[in-house]
């Protein structure tokens, strides 16, 4: 079997969003590439480089918005180059990628502890699009007795807050099912919002589902607290280096009618499907190392710059760039 199939069907499933949410892109990403490297079976170590480098380019070309995507590919290629050949190349990226899903799972858990104490008792939450992680510490909380009811947003165009109310019925907790735009109308009833992350930037504005922003500024006038749930691989580093963060648009097909697109000819459709919240309106960040305020974002992603030693002109150099 062509292990490039595998790598194309992963791709192809994170586009057309049979695979999705930041920390399941990521992880999937991760895998296919260690099922990848496990199968190729060439000798020759620069081929196999270049074949990793294009691959890693194709899946994270899949979404362009989720830095954990980035992250995720980065953390299981990470000092490949320095291996001495092929089998070892190997044997370090199927380590590598087990560590990384082994630990986001593992985060997961850590921010649904931590973020759990962070709602208080009988609170209806309110929830956008569907973050497991965000949807971890909810159920955790609930388990504590600390949720009665769970407002989950349509999150359209997509619909996404469809799986979000399968999943917390499915889980036996109360769930109130409400367009996007009653968010404003129903913040009086709220005690919480806890929303997950795409990407945290450097200044601490956190990019996840469009329509994210509106909620916090509906929050912060009401004085509702805003939380966010996000694993450390989310905090952009190339944020900090100058890069802006890109919102993916997924074309009109989602907006217009998809079965008759022709009776909107002429009309201009704009689908950004992500947005960005500013620190102002977030209270905290819950992450598996501890909340952090959006403020501190700077300090976390020096803290992961560090996890891979001082970056040293020499090390900058032999680096692959690998996206
Ligand atoms: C999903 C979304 C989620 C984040 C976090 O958007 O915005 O809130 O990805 O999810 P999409 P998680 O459906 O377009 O991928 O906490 O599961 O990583």
Not at 221 to 231: G, L, Q
Not at 279 to 304: K, L, N, W
Request: with cysteine; hydrophobic share 40%.
């Amino acid at each position: 079997m062509d292990p490039t199939q595998d790598v194309d069907a992963v791709a192809r499933s994170i586009r057309d969003m049979s695979i999705r949410g930041a920390g399941m892109i990521a992880r999937s990403a991760s895998s296919a590439i260690s099922a990848y490297a496990g199968s190729w079976q060439g000798t020759n170590e620069r081929e196999f480089l270049d074949e990793l480098q294009r691959i890693a380019r194709m899946l994270y070309s899949t979404r362009p918005t989720a830095v954990s995507l980035r992250n995720g590919i980065l953390m299981t290629l990470r000092g490949v180059e320095s291996e001495k050949d092929v089998p070892s190349m190997r044997e370090r990226i199927a380590r590598q990628s087990k560590e990384f899903t082994e630990s986001a799972e593992m985060a997961r858990e850590g921010i649904a502890e931590i973020g759990s104490k962070r709602i208080p008792k009988g609170s209806a939450v309110l929830t956008h699009c569907n973050s497991m992680a965000a949807l971890n510490t909810i159920k955790k909380a609930f388990e504590d007795g600390r949720v009665e009811m769970v407002f989950s947003t349509e999150s359209r165009p997509w619909r996404q807050g469809h799986v979000t109310a399968r999943w917390l019925l499915d889980n036996g907790i109360p769930v109130t099912m409400i367009v996007d735009s009653a968010v404003r109308h129903f913040m009086r009833d709220i005690d919480i919002v806890v929303v997950g992350a795409d990407t945290i930037s450097a200044n601490g504005a956190v990019i996840n589902k469009i329509g994210t922003s509106q909620i916090a500024l509906a929050a912060h006038e009401s004085r509702v607290p805003f939380i966010v749930c996000a694993e450390t691989f989310k905090f952009s580093r190339e944020t900090l280096l100058g890069s802006l963060v890109e919102i993916e648009d997924r074309g009109p097909v989602e907006v217009a009618d998809p079965m008759k697109p022709s009776d909107f000819k002429g009309a201009r459709i704009l689908n950004p499907v992500f947005d960005a919240t500013p620190p102002e309106y977030i209270d905290a960040i819950v992450t598996e190392i501890g909340i952090v305020s959006p403020y501190m974002a700077t300090e976390v992603i020096r803290e992961m710059f560090e996890m891979e030693g001082p970056v040293t002109l020499e090390k900058r150099r032999s680096r692959i760039n690998w996206l």
